[in-house]
């Protein structure tokens, strides 16, 4: 349910959403101050299109030499473009990337997670009273959580479950159960580790309604069309940024910008190495929160084969590893494409870990994976893709999370402007929808929204 005030912050998102799909070519009277956004990913572009259509001069500089940041599709396979980034839209109804991609006429494949089968770690396929064997554990795990909501101090999620899981020798088939639920449940949808989880603001984000859906062509169709008449500058790293008087100057490996104005959108992961030199420095608020909102890591490997040999009517495969997290989560192409990839996933530690490995090593091991669920003779691999955010260099982490120590009223500190003169955008600053792509766009809607208000 959404509360009467983010019903409100969301409506004047939307409104201001509606504003830049219709009148993107409609700019007001020309505004003389020149704005810099730092990063073409969907919050910066949602941004430099607001102000755009409000008649300022704006220019992005990004350090990659691709815009999207983290929408990134893939092309390699041209029959079917591929998603290392986002893939979904969360909830279509009312989302705002929604309401783009039917001005685009974009074609939407729908995946669902009930439409799902699992595999135990021998291969064989979960039966209907194991199947509610999961669903009572799942049960009971999250009142075991939701009780720890109401303790007087935070506990990781780790913690919160302890007592519960000594109660079951590290070899039982309920040991494995609990594990596989934390990891599909909680660590691949918040990238983060339950060991360093917040109990108390693990799930406070908010949700749209309506079904999960992906691009048939790639996530890129929305940052291309936002990216559409923007001066964006490629291959532009930021080393510093100091805006200490007069105005903003935008250090990178190559120029100097200035600017009267910069919107930020510099992912967390980044922000916490402090690759970047701010003269003066961030408040201590910003650094508090920066230190303290998670990075989460959430890792994708694409295999194609020649045919499907896995069931062809489901969306989602799960597996009980026995290696904690290991390719539990699946998705299938062939159902919503009518294409023979797969799509695995590795999140927090375990996303870590494998992509430390070198290519072979990850795709031997996935295949490990396939051959325990469909057999040693399944058919050998056409190609693969796999992705490594954790060491991304101008991302450091697949999206935020909040972990212990967290606090909501870190994510504002994030997005505070700072002296009229800087303003932060990026999906670590939304509160209520933080580590999502419409959470990145409403955010640069937000910032651009300030730049105007100011
Ligand atoms: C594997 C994966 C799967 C995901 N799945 C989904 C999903 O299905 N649905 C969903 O809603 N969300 C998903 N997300 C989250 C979503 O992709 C992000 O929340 C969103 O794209 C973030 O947008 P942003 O603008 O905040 O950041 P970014 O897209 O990261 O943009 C920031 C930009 O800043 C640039 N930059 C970094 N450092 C510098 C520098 N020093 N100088 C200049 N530029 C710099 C970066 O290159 C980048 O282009 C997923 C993310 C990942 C990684």
Request: with cysteine.
């Amino acid at each position: 349910m959404i509360d009467k005030r983010n019903f409100m912050q969301l409506f004047s998102s939307l409104l201001m959403n509606s504003m830049i799909a219709n009148t993107a070519c409609k700019a007001k009277d020309i505004k003389q101050e020149e704005i810099v956004v730092i990063g073409a990913g969907i919050s910066g572009l949602s941004a430099a299109k607001t102000l755009k259509a409000q008649g300022y001069k704006v220019k992005i500089i990004e350090a990659r030499n691709r815009i999207g940041g983290r929408l990134w599709t893939s092309n390699k396979w041209q029959d079917l473009p591929v998603d290392l980034g986002a893939s979904w839209i969360h909830g279509v109804d009312n989302n705002p990337i929604t309401e783009i991609a039917n001005q685009l006429n974009a074609t939407l494949l729908k995946t669902e997670y009930d439409n799902s089968v699992i595999y135990n770690s021998d291969g064989k396929i979960f039966s209907d009273a194991q199947q509610e064997e999961i669903e009572k554990l799942s049960n009971k795990i999250y009142s075991i959580i939701e009780n720890a909501q109401n303790n007087n101090q935070d506990i990781s999620i780790r913690k919160a479950i302890e007592t519960f899981v000594k109660k079951y020798p590290k070899n039982s088939q309920t040991y494995q159960l609990i594990n596989f639920i934390l990891n599909s449940e909680i660590e691949q949808e918040y990238g983060g580790s339950i060991d360093d989880i917040s109990t108390f603001w693990y799930d406070s984000d908010k949700q749209f309604g309506g079904d999960d859906k992906i691009f048939k062509d790639g996530y890129n169709i929305i940052s291309n069309f936002l990216a559409q008449g923007i001066d964006v500058e490629l291959g532009q790293k930021v080393n510093s940024i100091n805006w200490s008087s007069g105005k903003v100057k935008i250090t990178t490996n190559e120029k100097v910008f200035f600017a009267d104005k910069a919107i930020i959108t510099i992912p967390l992961g980044v922000l916490k190495r402090n690759i970047i030199q701010f003269t003066p420095n961030l408040p201590n608020e910003k650094n508090i929160a920066i230190n303290n909102i998670g990075m989460g890591v959430l890792n994708k490997c694409y295999l194609r084969f020649e045919e499907c040999f896995w069931p062809d009517d489901v969306d989602w495969i799960e597996f009980i590893s026995k290696s904690q997290g290991e390719w539990s989560e699946w998705v299938s192409f062939q159902n919503a494409a009518q294409m023979p990839i797969l799509l695995g996933f590795n999140a927090a530690n375990k996303g870590i870990e494998i992509e430390n490995l070198s290519d072979k090593k990850i795709v031997d091991s996935a295949m490990s994976a396939l051959k325990v669920m469909f057999g040693a003779n399944i058919p050998k691999l056409i190609d693969y893709q796999i992705t490594r955010w954790a060491k991304d260099e101008f991302s450091f982490g697949s999206y935020s999370y909040n972990k212990l120590g967290y606090n909501p009223k870190m994510r504002d500190a994030l997005a505070k402007p700072l002296n009229n003169k800087l303003f932060f955008a990026g999906e670590a600053c939304e509160k209520q929808y933080f580590g999502t792509v419409h959470g990145a766009y409403l955010s640069g809607i937000r910032a651009a929204g300030e730049i105007i208000k100011a």
